[in-house]
C-alpha cells in the first residue's frame, strides 16, 4: 500500500483532535493518507476538511475525555494491530495509554513493542529514535525500570551497526558520526563510579571503530549534551549527527527540553517506518479542543514525501 497510514490512539486523550488538527494544517491529499480510527470518535473531537479513506475499527463504549479504561485500550491495540496487518508506507501513531491497553490484556511497555511483535522478522528488532532537526536521540534501552537497565557489548554493536545502516540507507548520511552516553555519573570516572564504560561499552566501541562506525567512547551525558542544544537553538548542526543514550530518561530529557513538542518518536529497524509525537495522551486536557498539534504535523512532515 502507498498510503500512510495514521492511529489516532486512546480515544479519551488528545489523540484524534490532534490527528484531525494536523491534517487541516497540512492540507494533506486523501491519496496520500488513510485513518485507521472510528467515525464516532473523529465526529466527537472534530471535523477533518477533506475525505480521508478511514478504516474503522469498533468501539462501542462511551467516550469520556480523560478516563482510562480497557475498552478505550482495547481499539488503540486494535487500531495499531490493522495498521500492522494493512502494511502501509509508513505509520504514523497518536498517544495511547500503556495502562489502558494492560488494563484489556494487551501487556507491551509501549507502542514499540507492538510494531516489532506484528512487524519484524528474521533478525530486526525495533528501535526508538527521537528526532527533532538535525538533533537525534536513540535509546539503548526502552521502556524499562532503572534497576533494569542492563547493557551489553552485543546490543551496543549492534544497534549501532543499525543505526549507522539506517542513516546511511535511509537518510542518505554517509559515514554518519555517534556520540555514546555513559551509563554512569562522569562516565563511570575510570571504574570509580562504575565499570560498565571500562568493561562493556569501551570494548564495543573498540570493536565498532574497526568495523567503520564512527563512535565516541562514553562521555559523561551531563555536559554531551550542551553543545547539542546550543546548536539547536542557533540553527546548527549538533557536533553528532545522534546521541546514543544509555536509558530512556537520559536521552529524552534534553532532546524534549530543548524541542519539546516539535520532537518526534521514529520506529526504525523494521521494514516500515512509524512516527509519532514525542508527548503523551495529555488526558488532563482531553476534550477541551486546546491541545497543541505541532508534534503530530511534525510527525506526518516526517514520512510524508
Not at 539506517?166 to 554518519?176: A, Q, R, S, T, Y
Not at 504535523?297 to 510524508?304: G, L, P, Q, Y
Request: proline share 5%; charged share 25%; aromatic share 6%.
Amino acid at each position: 500500500m502507498n498510503k500512510i497510514a495514521i492511529t489516532t490512539g486512546d480515544p479519551n486523550g488528545i489523540g484524534a483532535e490532534i490527528t484531525i488538527k494536523a491534517l487541516n494544517d497540512l492540507g494533506v491529499s486523501p491519496d496520500d493518507v488513510l485513518i485507521i480510527s472510528n467515525k464516532k470518535i473523529l465526529d466527537f473531537y472534530g471535523r477533518l476538511d477533506k475525505e480521508y479513506e478511514v478504516i474503522e475499527i469498533p468501539f462501542e463504549g462511551k467516550i469520556e475525555p480523560g478516563k482510562v479504561c480497557a475498552e478505550c485500550g482495547e481499539f488503540s491495540f486494535q487500531a495499531l494491530k490493522k495498521a500492522c496487518e494493512i502494511k502501509p508506507k509508513a505509520i504514523v501513531t497518536a498517544p495511547t495509554a500503556k495502562n489502558a491497553m494492560h488494563m484489556a490484556g494487551h501487556f507491551y511497555n509501549g507502542q514499540t513493542e507492538v510494531l516489532e511483535h506484528y512487524l519484524s522478522h528474521g533478525n530486526q528488532h525495533a528501535e526508538m529514535l527521537f528526532v527533532a532537526g538535525d538533533f537525534r536521540v536513540l535509546l539503548l534501552t526502552r521502556h524499562c525500570a532503572l534497576k533494569d537497565v542492563v547493557l551489553t557489548k552485543e546490543m551496543i554493536i549492534k544497534k549501532a551497526r543499525d543505526l549507522k545502516e539506517f542513516f546511511e540507507n535511509g537518510l542518505n548520511i554517509k559515514n554518519p558520526k555517534f556520540a555514546l552516553c555513559g551509563l554512569n555519573p562522569h562516565a563511570g570516572e575510570d571504574g570509580i563510579l562504575g565499570t560498565e564504560e571500562r568493561d562493556i561499552m569501551c570494548p564495543a566501541v573498540k570493536e565498532l571503530l574497526q568495523e567503520g562506525v564512527s563512535i565516541t567512547n562514553p562521555l559523561p551525558s551531563d555536559t554531551l549534551f550542551v553543545k547539542a542544544a546550543q546548536a539547536y537553538f542557533s540553527n546548527q548542526k549538533p557536533p553528532y549527527d545522534c546521541y546514543i543514550a544509555a536509558y530512556h530518561d537520559q536521552g529524552l530529557i534534553p532532546i524534549k527540553t530543548v524541542a519539546g513538542d516539535k520532537t518526534v518518536n521514529m520506529t526504525i529497524g523494521l521494514d516500515i517506518i512509524r512516527t509519532s509525537p514525542g508527548h503523551g495522551t495529555a488526558f488532563d486536557i482531553a476534550g477541551k479542543n486546546i491541545a497543541n498539534p505541532r508534534g503530530m504535523i511534525s510527525a506526518i512532515k516526517a514520512v510524508i514525501s
